[in-house]
Protein backbone atom coordinates (compact mmCIF):
# COMPACT_ATOMS: atom_id res chain seq x y z
CA UNK A 1 0.00 0.00 0.00
CA UNK A 2 1.22 3.44 -0.91
CA UNK A 3 2.11 5.69 1.94
CA UNK A 4 3.12 9.31 2.07
CA UNK A 5 4.05 11.52 5.44
CA UNK A 6 3.72 15.29 5.13
CA UNK A 7 4.39 17.87 7.91
CA UNK A 8 4.64 21.64 6.66
CA UNK A 9 4.38 25.37 9.26
CA UNK A 10 0.90 25.70 8.45
CA UNK A 11 0.49 29.72 7.67
CA UNK A 12 -3.02 29.27 8.75
CA UNK A 13 -2.73 28.16 12.24
CA UNK A 14 1.45 29.04 12.66
CA UNK A 15 2.37 26.34 13.64
CA UNK A 16 3.32 22.90 12.18
CA UNK A 17 0.85 20.62 10.96
CA UNK A 18 1.15 17.07 9.75
CA UNK A 19 -0.73 14.36 7.95
CA UNK A 20 -0.97 10.94 6.50
CA UNK A 21 -2.10 9.77 2.79
CA UNK A 22 -3.18 6.20 2.22
CA UNK A 23 -3.26 4.68 -1.49
CA UNK A 24 -2.22 5.60 -4.83
CA UNK A 25 -6.01 6.53 -6.45
CA UNK A 26 -9.65 7.21 -6.70
CA UNK A 27 -11.58 9.45 -4.84
CA UNK A 28 -9.86 11.38 -2.19
CA UNK A 29 -11.12 10.89 1.43
CA UNK A 30 -10.85 13.44 4.23
CA UNK A 31 -10.09 11.40 7.55
CA UNK A 32 -10.02 13.40 10.94
CA UNK A 33 -9.08 11.98 14.26
CA UNK A 34 -11.09 11.57 17.27
CA UNK A 35 -10.96 14.04 20.43
CA UNK A 36 -7.25 13.30 21.51
CA UNK A 37 -6.14 11.42 18.25
CA UNK A 38 -3.43 12.62 15.91
CA UNK A 39 -3.01 12.05 12.29
CA UNK A 40 -2.12 8.57 12.62
CA UNK A 41 -5.06 7.20 15.00
CA UNK A 42 -6.58 5.96 11.50
CA UNK A 43 -3.64 3.64 10.73
CA UNK A 44 -2.63 2.65 14.47
CA UNK A 45 -6.48 1.51 15.00
CA UNK A 46 -6.72 -0.72 12.05
CA UNK A 47 -9.33 1.24 10.31
CA UNK A 48 -6.74 1.92 7.38
CA UNK A 49 -6.14 -2.07 7.32
CA UNK A 50 -9.84 -2.45 7.09
CA UNK A 51 -10.04 -0.94 3.84
CA UNK A 52 -6.52 -2.00 2.57
CA UNK A 53 -8.43 -3.49 -0.62
CA UNK A 54 -10.37 -0.56 -1.29
CA UNK A 55 -7.51 1.53 -1.47
CA UNK A 56 -5.06 -1.12 -3.00
CA UNK A 57 -8.20 -1.48 -5.89
CA UNK A 58 -7.50 2.07 -6.19
CA UNK A 59 -10.69 3.16 -5.37
CA UNK A 60 -10.07 5.78 -2.65
CA UNK A 61 -7.26 7.12 -1.00
CA UNK A 62 -7.01 8.78 2.56
CA UNK A 63 -6.23 11.92 3.42
CA UNK A 64 -5.57 11.87 7.41
CA UNK A 65 -5.10 14.95 8.71
CA UNK A 66 -4.44 15.86 12.37
CA UNK A 67 -6.62 18.11 14.71
CA UNK A 68 -6.35 21.27 16.38
CA UNK A 69 -9.24 20.29 18.87
CA UNK A 70 -6.87 20.99 22.40
CA UNK A 71 -6.39 24.46 21.07
CA UNK A 72 -9.87 25.00 20.01
CA UNK A 73 -13.13 22.70 21.24
CA UNK A 74 -11.11 21.17 24.44
CA UNK A 75 -9.12 24.61 25.41
CA UNK A 76 -11.33 25.19 28.42
CA UNK A 77 -9.49 27.91 29.49
CA UNK A 78 -9.72 30.59 26.94
CA UNK A 79 -13.20 31.81 25.86
CA UNK A 80 -15.78 30.51 23.69
CA UNK A 81 -14.54 33.32 20.76
CA UNK A 82 -10.97 32.53 21.20
CA UNK A 83 -12.06 29.18 20.69
CA UNK A 84 -13.82 29.63 17.75
CA UNK A 85 -11.58 31.26 15.82
CA UNK A 86 -8.86 28.88 16.32
CA UNK A 87 -11.40 26.40 15.14
CA UNK A 88 -11.89 29.25 12.07
CA UNK A 89 -8.13 28.62 11.23
CA UNK A 90 -8.25 25.16 11.23
CA UNK A 91 -10.95 25.39 8.47
CA UNK A 92 -9.12 27.63 6.71
CA UNK A 93 -5.84 25.46 7.02
CA UNK A 94 -8.16 22.64 5.22
CA UNK A 95 -9.59 24.71 2.62
CA UNK A 96 -6.61 26.70 1.93
CA UNK A 97 -3.88 24.10 2.33
CA UNK A 98 -4.74 20.66 2.67
CA UNK A 99 -7.29 21.00 -0.27
CA UNK A 100 -4.58 22.39 -2.73
CA UNK A 101 -2.28 19.09 -2.03
CA UNK A 102 -5.55 16.84 -2.45
CA UNK A 103 -5.59 18.46 -5.71
CA UNK A 104 -2.72 18.33 -6.72
CA UNK A 105 -2.07 14.48 -5.84
CA UNK A 106 -5.26 13.44 -7.25
CA UNK A 107 -7.65 14.37 -10.10
CA UNK A 108 -10.86 12.68 -9.02
CA UNK A 109 -12.97 15.52 -7.25
CA UNK A 110 -15.36 13.24 -5.28
CA UNK A 111 -14.05 14.20 -2.49
CA UNK A 112 -15.36 12.49 1.08
CA UNK A 113 -15.05 13.25 4.55
CA UNK A 114 -15.06 11.60 7.78
CA UNK A 115 -14.17 10.53 11.64
CA UNK A 116 -15.26 8.58 14.30
CA UNK A 117 -16.68 10.13 17.47
CA UNK A 118 -15.47 13.54 17.27
CA UNK A 119 -14.15 13.21 14.18
CA UNK A 120 -17.66 12.53 12.66
CA UNK A 121 -18.35 16.04 14.18
CA UNK A 122 -15.62 17.86 12.71
CA UNK A 123 -16.81 16.31 9.20
CA UNK A 124 -19.82 17.07 9.50
CA UNK A 125 -18.95 20.77 10.93
CA UNK A 126 -16.67 21.28 7.96
CA UNK A 127 -19.07 19.75 4.92
CA UNK A 128 -22.04 21.59 6.32
CA UNK A 129 -20.23 25.10 6.88
CA UNK A 130 -18.36 24.66 3.21
CA UNK A 131 -21.06 23.80 0.62
CA UNK A 132 -19.94 22.03 -2.32
CA UNK A 133 -16.67 20.92 -1.60
CA UNK A 134 -17.42 17.78 -0.06
CA UNK A 135 -19.54 15.12 -2.14
CA UNK A 136 -20.08 12.49 0.84
CA UNK A 137 -19.97 12.70 4.54
CA UNK A 138 -19.49 9.59 6.49
CA UNK A 139 -20.43 10.42 10.70
CA UNK A 140 -19.75 8.11 12.59
CA UNK A 141 -21.06 7.85 16.02
CA UNK A 142 -20.64 12.09 16.20
CA UNK A 143 -22.18 14.44 18.73
CA UNK A 144 -23.96 17.19 17.07
CA UNK A 145 -24.76 19.72 19.61
CA UNK A 146 -21.42 21.07 21.43
CA UNK A 147 -22.89 23.69 23.73
CA UNK A 148 -22.08 21.39 26.57
CA UNK A 149 -18.09 22.23 25.66
CA UNK A 150 -18.90 26.29 26.68
CA UNK A 151 -19.74 28.19 29.46
CA UNK A 152 -20.62 31.06 27.52
CA UNK A 153 -22.46 31.11 24.46
CA UNK A 154 -21.88 33.48 21.39
CA UNK A 155 -22.35 34.28 17.99
CA UNK A 156 -18.95 31.88 17.17
CA UNK A 157 -20.37 29.20 18.34
CA UNK A 158 -23.81 29.47 17.33
CA UNK A 159 -22.17 29.34 13.33
CA UNK A 160 -20.31 25.77 14.05
CA UNK A 161 -22.97 24.00 16.25
CA UNK A 162 -24.93 22.29 13.50
CA UNK A 163 -28.20 21.84 15.43
CA UNK A 164 -28.03 25.52 16.18
CA UNK A 165 -27.28 26.85 12.09
CA UNK A 166 -29.04 24.34 10.15
CA UNK A 167 -32.43 24.97 11.17
CA UNK A 168 -31.46 29.16 9.84
CA UNK A 169 -30.05 27.92 6.36
CA UNK A 170 -31.64 29.98 3.75
CA UNK A 171 -28.93 30.81 1.44
CA UNK A 172 -30.39 28.84 -2.27
CA UNK A 173 -27.09 28.28 -3.78
CA UNK A 174 -26.08 27.04 -0.23
CA UNK A 175 -28.83 24.85 0.32
CA UNK A 176 -28.48 23.89 -3.50
CA UNK A 177 -24.70 22.64 -2.89
CA UNK A 178 -26.00 20.65 0.30
CA UNK A 179 -28.78 18.91 -0.67
CA UNK A 180 -26.16 17.39 -3.66
CA UNK A 181 -24.32 15.84 -0.86
CA UNK A 182 -24.31 12.24 0.17
CA UNK A 183 -24.72 12.52 4.44
CA UNK A 184 -24.56 9.58 6.38
CA UNK A 185 -24.80 10.01 9.96
CA UNK A 186 -24.38 6.69 11.62
CA UNK A 187 -24.60 5.85 15.22
CA UNK A 188 -25.57 3.11 17.95
CA UNK A 189 -28.96 3.02 19.26
CA UNK A 190 -27.82 3.14 22.70
CA UNK A 191 -24.96 5.75 21.89
CA UNK A 192 -25.33 8.87 24.31
CA UNK A 193 -24.86 11.22 21.56
CA UNK A 194 -27.88 9.15 19.33
CA UNK A 195 -30.46 11.72 20.02
CA UNK A 196 -28.01 14.32 18.35
CA UNK A 197 -27.90 12.31 14.86
CA UNK A 198 -31.53 12.03 14.95
CA UNK A 199 -32.21 15.54 15.31
CA UNK A 200 -29.96 16.99 12.80
CA UNK A 201 -31.21 14.17 10.39
CA UNK A 202 -34.71 15.93 10.88
CA UNK A 203 -33.58 19.21 10.74
CA UNK A 204 -31.52 18.46 7.30
CA UNK A 205 -34.52 17.17 6.21
CA UNK A 206 -36.76 19.82 6.70
CA UNK A 207 -34.29 22.12 5.19
CA UNK A 208 -35.08 19.62 2.15
CA UNK A 209 -31.44 18.28 2.48
CA UNK A 210 -31.68 14.63 1.97
CA UNK A 211 -29.84 12.48 4.00
CA UNK A 212 -29.48 8.74 5.64
CA UNK A 213 -30.21 7.86 9.60
CA UNK A 214 -28.58 4.71 10.21
CA UNK A 215 -29.40 3.31 14.27
CA UNK A 216 -27.18 0.35 15.04
CA UNK A 217 -27.99 -1.78 17.67
CA UNK A 218 -26.34 -1.21 20.60
CA UNK A 219 -23.95 0.91 21.94
CA UNK A 220 -21.23 0.49 18.98
CA UNK A 221 -19.17 3.50 20.02
CA UNK A 222 -15.82 2.16 19.51
CA UNK A 223 -12.86 0.55 16.61
CA UNK A 224 -14.60 -2.54 16.05
CA UNK A 225 -17.94 -1.36 15.37
CA UNK A 226 -15.86 1.94 13.30
CA UNK A 227 -14.38 -0.46 11.06
CA UNK A 228 -17.83 -2.16 10.11
CA UNK A 229 -19.53 1.10 9.72
CA UNK A 230 -16.41 2.64 7.29
CA UNK A 231 -16.99 -0.59 5.19
CA UNK A 232 -20.27 -0.67 4.74
CA UNK A 233 -21.05 2.93 3.79
CA UNK A 234 -17.94 4.31 2.32
CA UNK A 235 -18.19 2.39 -1.43
CA UNK A 236 -21.64 4.52 -1.43
CA UNK A 237 -24.10 1.82 -0.42
CA UNK A 238 -26.40 4.01 2.45
Known amino acids: MHREYHRWDSPALGRPMELLIFGHAGAPVLVFPTSHGRFHEFEDRGMVGALAHQIDQGWIQLYCVDSVFSESWYNYGADTDARMWR ?86 WSLDRLREIDIILVTGHDDPAAWSNELLSA ?36
Open 87 to 172: EEQYEHYLVSEVLPLIRNKNANNFLMATGASFGATEALIFTLRHPGLVKRVIGMSGLYDLKRFFNHYTQGLYFHNPIDFVPNLSDQ
Open 203 to 238: QLWERGIGNALRLWDGWCHDWPYWMQMINAYIGGHK
